[in-house]
């Protein structure tokens, strides 16, 4: 998924915190000229629950993310944030405010690269309007366990720990949806352990956390709910998911 970092209406900290406890999707279908790559897809996700969404290359994981981000817009259909509309909150003025609920880690983990660890974190810390940039970049670097790198250019880092960077700024600002497409990409053994009790702990804390991933294993025993994609269209959704790849396998055939 291809996204940019959020556009602001202004500093966070300059109007009330716009919240939600849930968000829905109700039969939303997205073309691309003549290529469908969603349609007529629906499920609903509450806070404290992470929903996987799975399926081949294709399938429309990206595409449902990067709607779920304001980022697309739906063709027909509709995206709720609690009980008001995405349109809805555009419409008055409250598009800014509800991407400040958002965070969102995509393929291009829009991290500056000349700027080190710490510059990059605390950058973003101030675009989402956090109230001390600097103590937000400590904390995430405290988190991603790059203490040590902290004032390295990113340039010089490995995939996994970009990766571990992109994460702490997708959260930075302690966003309410939390969205996240292939989020293990590049991450060893060790982060990758990370990374899921960090999930646990956005889990407790109350966010509500959508992810795209290929990989099975990983996800088995994380999910609260898994959404089976294919050709945009939604093949099969289970609470509480066990046995994830034989799931898949019995859903959309063998997982390549």
Same mark, same amino acid.
């Given at each position: ?8 209406? %202004? ?6 915190? @716009? &919240? ?5 999707? &109700? ?12 349609? #007529? ?53 409250? %598009? ?11 393929? &291009? ?37 790059? %203490? ?30 939390? @969205?996240? &497409? ?31 991933? #290929?990989? *099975? ?11 089976? *994609? ?5 093949? #099969?959704?289970?609470? $509480? ?7 898949? $396998? ?7």
């Amino acid at each position: 998924m291809t996204v940019a970092p959020p556009p602001q209406d %202004g500093p966070a900290s300059s109007s009330p915190a @716009l &919240d939600f406890d849930r968000v829905s999707a &109700d039969d939303i279908s997205r073309t691309f000229g003549r290529r469908r790559a969603l349609a #007529h897809v629906s499920f609903e996700v509450q806070r404290g629950r992470i929903l996987g969404l799975l399926g081949p290359n294709g399938a429309g994981k990206s595409t449902m993310l990067a709607v779920l981000a304001t980022l697309l817009n739906p063709t027909s259909g509709t995206i709720r944030f609690g009980t008001a509309s995405s349109a809805e909150l555009q419409r008055r003025g409250d %598009g800014g405010r509800l991407r400040a609920r958002i965070g969102v880690l995509g393929h &291009d983990l829009f991290l500056y690269p000349e700027l080190t660890a710490r510059e990059n974190l605390a950058f973003f810390a101030g675009v989402h309007g956090v109230a001390d940039p600097a103590r937000a970049a400590e904390e995430a670097l405290e988190s991603a366990r790059l %203490g040590d790198r902290a004032d390295d250019p990113v340039a010089s880092f490995s995939r996994g720990m970009r990766q571990r960077v992109a994460l702490e700024r997708a959260l930075i600002h302690r966003p309410r949806l939390v @969205l996240l &497409d292939e989020p293990f990409t590049g991450l060893d053994d060790a982060s990758t352990g990370g990374f899921l009790a960090r999930l646990d702990v956005l889990r407790d804390a109350g966010a509500i956390v959508v992810l795209a991933t #290929h990989d *099975l294993d990983l996800a088995d025993g994380l999910l609260d709910d898994a959404m089976f *994609l294919r050709d945009g269209k939604t093949v #099969h959704m289970v609470a $509480r998911p066990d046995s994830l790849r034989s799931l898949y $396998r019995s859903v959309l055939g063998p997982h390549r």
